[in-house]
């Protein structure tokens, strides 16, 4: 055997056994590579689709959100423009949930170029504060791995690492499809939240106007010297 | 087979030069493709980083970040016991010369990005052991390429797994 023919048999024998071997060793591993997956999707360059509502609360758009908003229920037949967030808090038990601000499309809020809301410092914060008082429509999604999670997160955010959905999404499912506002975040210089709210919008069927990216994450949260937690997902 | 020319010739026939590289190579990307077998997922991200990979159809850069890793492990152990010497330290070239292509090309990006002295620039390259300062990084492909390349070269199959069987596989 001529030695190019050698060396390209033992070429195509090294590369099928690594291939083999690495199929089956992923098939066994717990956190395995998903091979159909697409990990790093980016949703098509447009606005979401937002479903328009016919409730009581008004439909205006052209209030300019600054930041997230402080709870005040609104009447029927309200006539203004003026968008508003409403918040269950302990002190309004009968307040509606956050609704309006959310549903609506407001040209004001800033959006990637996929239409996905970004959310700065401020807003931010605001929607901390109101989970903190305890609205259970506000949740903060860490998206990075568990090790660092249990180093630092934001204080009551919940793990939802972006590569390992399978495991953490059927436990927080519920929750999340109940929030009204999803504030999505990772370290900060990173893409992982992004990628996880489009596969949470196009994969998993979340509406797109309840999900806010947090660009600053935990770089910005941490420099700002806001409250962190250590430890695992309780 | 014709006897080996030269003091190079001799030393390289000896078989204990070539030994000597295909162990420590051998040692160093197993080193390297372990962590990337132990965490596939982490490695998966390395790569993208590096936009080589289209990510649809999504199975390419997945299939790249599952068999790579096994490749290097397989490849070595292989090399390690001298068999497929030239198929594996053929690949093994060729993968250092275009890993350390990227490696420079995303270091150059990160110093025009951020500045600063270019040796001082510091990335996880996705080879296994973390965060790596890029010259250290470089110097270290170029070492690994001239071992790979040597492991190629080499005529000398004296003590490698293959001369063994033959020696042993032969009637008495």
């Not at chain 1, 395995?32 to 360059?45: D, E, M, S």
């Not at chain 1, 509406?207 to 962190?228: C, D, I, N």
């Not at chain 2, 001298?82 to 350390?100: E, H, K, Q, Y």
């Not at chain 2, 004296?158 to 063994?164: A, D, E, G, K, N």
Request: with cysteine; charged share 20%.
């Amino acid at each position: 055997m001529t030695l190019i023919k050698r060396t390209s048999t033992e070429i195509l024998i090294l590369c099928g056994l690594a291939c083999l071997c690495g199929l089956v060793a992923n098939a066994l591993h717990p956190d395995g590579v998903v091979l159909a997956r697409n990990y790093f999707k980016v949703g098509p360059k447009k606005r979401p689709e937002v479903p328009q509502t016919t409730s009581s609360r008004t439909a205006a758009v052209n209030e300019p959100i600054a930041e997230f908003t402080p709870p005040s229920p609104v009447s029927a037949g309200d006539a203004s423009n003026a968008v508003t967030a409403e918040v269950n808090t302990p002190q309004t038990p009968n307040a509606p949930p956050i609704a309006a601000q959310m549903e609506q499309p407001n040209p004001e809020l800033r959006q990637d170029e996929s239409g996905l809301n970004l959310a700065d410092f401020d807003f931010v914060l605001g929607a901390w504060t109101a989970m903190n008082a305890g609205a259970p429509s506000v949740v903060f999604v860490d998206a990075r791995k568990a090790e660092a999670y249990e180093g630092a997160h934001i204080a009551g955010a919940v793990l939802l690492d972006h590569y390992r959905l399978e495991r953490y999404l059927p436990d927080l499912r519920e929750r999340l499809l109940a929030a009204q506002v999803i504030v999505v975040y990772c370290a900060g210089d990173c893409e992982d939240s992004r990628y996880l709210a489009t596969a949470l919008i196009y994969d998993h069927d979340f509406p797109a106007h309840t999900l806010f990216l947090y660009e600053g994450g935990m770089a910005e949260w941490t420099e700002r010297k806001q409250s962190v937690t250590q430890g695992a997902q309780p | 087979m014709s006897a080996p020319q030269g003091r190079i010739g001799r030393w390289d026939a000896s078989g204990w030069p070539q030994l000597l590289a295909r162990l420590a190579f051998g040692a160093i990307m197993i080193s390297y493709a372990l962590p990337k077998i132990i965490d596939p997922l982490d490695f998966l991200k390395e790569i993208h980083t590096y936009h080589i990979l289209p990510e649809e159809p999504a199975g390419l850069i997945n299939l790249v970040a599952v068999c790579l890793p096994w490749f290097e492990l397989t490849g070595s152990i292989a090399l390690i016991l001298g068999l497929a010497r030239r198929g594996a330290s053929l690949v093994f070239t060729g993968l250092m010369v275009f890993f350390t292509v990227m490696i420079l090309a995303r270091a150059l990006g990160l110093h025009q990005e951020l500045g600063g002295a270019f040796c001082d620039i510091k990335f996880d390259c996705g080879c296994g052991h973390g965060e790596v300062y890029i010259c250290r990084k470089t110097l270290e492909n170029l070492g690994l390429m001239v071992l790979a390349l040597y492991c190629l070269v080499s005529r000398s199959d004296r003590l490698s797994v293959v001369r063994l069987w033959r020696r042993y596989s032969r009637p008495m």
